[in-house]
C-alpha cells in the first residue's frame, strides 16, 4: 500500500510512472529510483520542491508496487 510521505494518506493519484499525486495534502511525489522527491503544487500550477518540509518519518513506508 502506498502511502503519502507528508500525511500518510492511501489517497495518492498516480500521474505519471514515477510520480503522484496526493488529493490529501496536495502535493506531487516523484519516485526517483526509491528517492523521493516531493512538490508542493501552487495554485498557479508552479511546482515548489518541499523535500526539506518533509521530516522523512513516512518514507520507510512509501513501496510503490
Ligand atoms: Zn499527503
Known amino acids: 500500500m502506498m502511502r503519502c510521505p507528508n500525511c500518510n494518506s492511501i489517497d495518492l493519484g498516480r500521474i505519471a510512472e514515477n510520480q503522484f499525486y496526493c488529493w490529501h495534502c496536495f502535493i506531487?511525489?516523484?519516485?526517483?529510483?526509491g528517492k523521493l522527491e516531493i512538490y508542493q503544487v501552487e495554485s498557479d500550477g508552479t511546482l515548489t520542491a518541499i523535500n526539506d518540509l518533509?521530516?522523512?518519518q513516512n518514507e520507510d513506508a512509501w513501496q510503490v508496487q
Open 28 to 33: 506531487e511525489i516523484a519516485d526517483n529510483n
Open 54 to 56: 518533509i521530516d522523512g
